[in-house]
């Protein structure tokens, strides 16, 4: 069953994994080469991310369907398993 869930711990290496394919997929888009994501980038991002939203009480949720975590693109979608 798919649900909508705050974010745990356990999803960051999840979520870490799926914002590098998402950067990846951002450059492929960017036909001018102006797009450059650091090989680090996604552990940078998803981490500043999760510092941000302690800090400013904010909140993060993920979309969870038989222990997998989602993320949406236009025509197709990619999951890992934790």
Same mark, same amino acid.
């Given at each position: 069953m798919l649900k909508i869930r705050k974010f745990k711990d356990k999803d960051r290496k999840a979520t870490i $994994? /799926?914002?590098?394919?998402?950067?990846?997929?951002?450059?492929? /888009?960017?036909?001018?080469?102006?797009?450059? $994501?650091?090989?680090n980038g996604s552990v940078y991002f998803t981490d500043r991310l999760i510092k941000k939203t302690k800090t400013k009480n904010g909140r993060i949720f993920v979309c969870e369907e038989d222990n997998k975590i989602w993320i949406y693109r236009w025509l197709y979608s990619y999951s890992i398993k934790r």
């Open positions: $994994f /799926l914002m590098k394919e998402f950067g990846e997929y951002i450059e492929q /888009l960017d036909e001018m080469n102006r797009t450059d $994501f650091a090989s």
